[in-house]
């Protein structure tokens, strides 16, 4: 079994800063890409940043400049510095991991595994 814990959400006003963490655990083989979505009420989850085991990272538009993304490759954790927030980054942020592991019979399987989400509440 694997599963991801994200921790780090909360409430702040304009402007100010949150650290999301996500730590994947269990059968773990390997990691390919590691990232962050976020839900907003009434509106479709969206991709927020990506970050492969190679390091190549993408951000959607709208947090360019103001989000960084990172990973720990060793203790399988993704972060998410979050600067400068908004009122529209209020979302449930959750994080997910491509992640490979090897089942009972020791077949190779890889498949995208989700957090549970954590809430992220911007003030204005």
């Known amino acids: 079994q694997v599963q991801l814990v994200e921790s780090g959400g909360g409430l702040v006003q304009t402007g100010g800063s949150l650290r999301l963490s996500c730590v994947a655990s269990?059968?773990?083989?390997?990691?390919?890409?590691m990232g962050w979505h976020r839900q907003a009420p009434g509106k479709q989850r969206e991709l927020v940043a990506t970050?492969?085991?190679?390091?190549?990272?993408n951000y959607v538009d709208s947090v360019k400049g103001r989000f960084t993304i990172s990973r720990d490759t060793a203790q399988n954790t993704v972060y998410l510095q979050m600067n400068s927030l908004k009122p529209e980054d209020t979302a449930v942020y959750y994080c997910t991991a491509d992640i490979t592991t090897r089942t009972t019979v020791g077949i190779r399987m890889t498949g995208r595994y989700w957090g549970q989400g954590t809430q992220v509440t911007v003030s204005s």
């Open positions: 269990g059968s773990i083989l390997s990691i390919n890409v």
């Open positions: 970050i492969t085991s190679l390091g190549n990272i």
